[in-house]
């Protein structure tokens, strides 16, 4: 008897979201298309608890985010099937459950939200992903000319309690165009602008887990928003 199934005829309350936890867990150690084959019904019911939490979390979001009017969490939420076409391991399924928050949903080339489920590595992202060559450039342009009020959003108390600075990859030296004795070199040397928080898995059980994310996306929109100035005006 698998996990879940064990759970579920001892009633403990559950989310669909730590439901899909629990399943990725049993997925790691039957990374295969016959288990998934088996067990694929019940993963489709974990999926669809899970849709309906994230159209909760939207509907939270869009009042204050106007990007999300009209998103659903079926354009939110990626495949589980891995594309294993150009990759040496040949594990069929992904070992998370990830949910991008923005304009297209999973589609979306602006700066987003992005909740990331996996065991041991829940976690809140906000920003933008390794941007093609041109619009990082044009995000650093625009960062170095507006760099107070990008550290004014840094820097504000409750958003730095949440987020502690940029995460993300980074270049060894300063990128051409810009001084090397920029007193903000760490921050014009990012390769993606981002910022993120880290859950507990438990975190999930909570049936009302919805109204604590949406409570920090609206601590991040700020950055969210400096960003996709940038991308605002590209489009124009």
């Known amino acids: 008897m698998s996990y879940i199934r064990y759970?579920?005829?001892?009633?403990?309350?559950?989310?669909?979201i730590s439901r899909m936890?629990?399943?990725?867990?049993?997925?790691?150690?039957?990374?295969?298309?016959?288990?998934?084959?088996?067990v694929k019904p019940e993963y489709e019911k974990i999926r669809n608890e899970c849709y309906d939490e994230i159209d909760k979390l939207i509907?939270?979001?869009s009042p204050f985010d106007?990007?999300?009017i009209g998103v659903e969490a079926k354009d939110c939420v990626y495949r589980i099937y891995r594309d294993i076409r150009f990759s040496a391991d040949k594990s069929p399924f992904k070992t998370h459950f990830g949910i991008v928050l923005g304009k297209g949903g999973?589609?979306?080339?602006?700066?987003?939200?992005?909740?990331?489920?996996?065991?041991?590595?829940?976690?809140?992202?906000g920003g933008v992903w390794f941007p093609e060559q041109p619009v990082l450039t044009r995000l650093r342009h625009d960062i170095y000319d507006n760099i107070e009020e990008f550290m004014a959003?840094?820097?504000?108390?409750?958003?730095?309690?949440?987020?502690k600075g940029l995460t993300g990859d980074s270049l060894k030296s300063m990128p051409k165009?810009?001084?090397?004795?920029?007193?903000?070199?760490?921050?014009?040397?990012?390769?993606?602008?981002?910022?993120?928080?880290?859950?507990?898995?438990?975190?999930?059980?909570?049936?009302?887990?919805?109204?604590?994310?949406?409570?920090d996306i609206k601590l991040m929109k700020p950055f969210i928003d400096f960003l996709n100035y940038t991308f605002e005006e590209l489009r124009n």
Request: proline fraction near 6%; glycine fraction near 4%.
């Open 7 to 16: 759970v579920e005829n001892f009633r403990i309350p559950m989310t669909g």
């Open 21 to 38: 936890l629990k399943f990725i867990t049993e997925l790691r150690d039957n990374n295969n298309r016959e288990w998934f084959a088996a």
């Open 59 to 61: 509907a939270l979001i």
């Open 66 to 68: 106007e990007n999300l």
């Open 106 to 125: 999973r589609k979306c080339w602006d700066a987003a939200y992005y909740l990331h489920i996996e065991p041991g590595e829940c976690a809140l992202y």
């Open 153 to 163: 959003i840094l820097e504000k108390p409750d958003f730095k309690a949440k987020f």
């Open 177 to 215: 165009g810009f001084p090397k004795d920029c007193p903000y070199g760490d921050i014009i040397k990012m390769k993606e602008f981002l910022v993120m928080e880290h859950f507990p898995d438990k975190y999930f059980s909570n049936k009302k887990w919805q109204e604590s994310i949406a409570s």
